[in-house]
Each structure stands twice: as C-alpha cells, then as structure tokens.
C-alpha cells in the first residue's frame, strides 16, 4: 500500500502529547495515528443482497434453523471434507 498525506488541525498540546508518545514508543506520529485507527473496531455491516438477485434466493432457500451466526469457515471446509471422503 501507498502511503499518503494527512493534514490533522488538533490543539497544541494533543500535538505535544502525541509526539512525547510516539517518541516513547520509538515510531513517528505517522505511525502513532496508524496504529490507534487500526485498534478502532469497525462495527459490523450486515449483509443485504439486493431483491430478486441469485444470493437473496439462495439465503431463502436456506431454513432459518440452518442458517449460523457465525461460522469458522476453515473448520467447515475441514468437517466437509472429512464427511466428503470418509476419513
């Protein structure tokens, strides 16, 4: 990824304090501000597909009873496969 440049208007003593902690930790403000915007969880975007469309039909098709939460997709390949092939 390309870096590119911000410009940020905060009060004077933000920038001073933003800069004795980048300082501690041994990285630049840049990397300062990069790191606590990483740690900022996005919130979760709930999936809609669009009416009409081939993933609403199949989400329909599927029972709700059936349908997961959350799912570890690698360990559901790994069950598939197992069943698929007997082992």
Partial sequence: MSK???NLSVEKHIK????????SRGISVSK???EAVQQVEEPEIEF???PGSAVERIMN???ES???EEY???KLKE?????????
């Fill in 4 to 6: 590119q440049t911000l």
């Fill in 16 to 23: 001073e304090r933003a800069k004795k902690i980048a300082k």
């Fill in 32 to 34: 300062l501000f990069e």
């Fill in 48 to 50: 809609t597909p669009k």
């Fill in 61 to 63: 098709a599927i029972p």
């Fill in 66 to 68: 059936e349908k997961l």
């Fill in 72 to 74: 570890d997709y690698d």
């Fill in 79 to 87: 069950e598939a496969l197992r069943e698929k092939y007997d082992f």
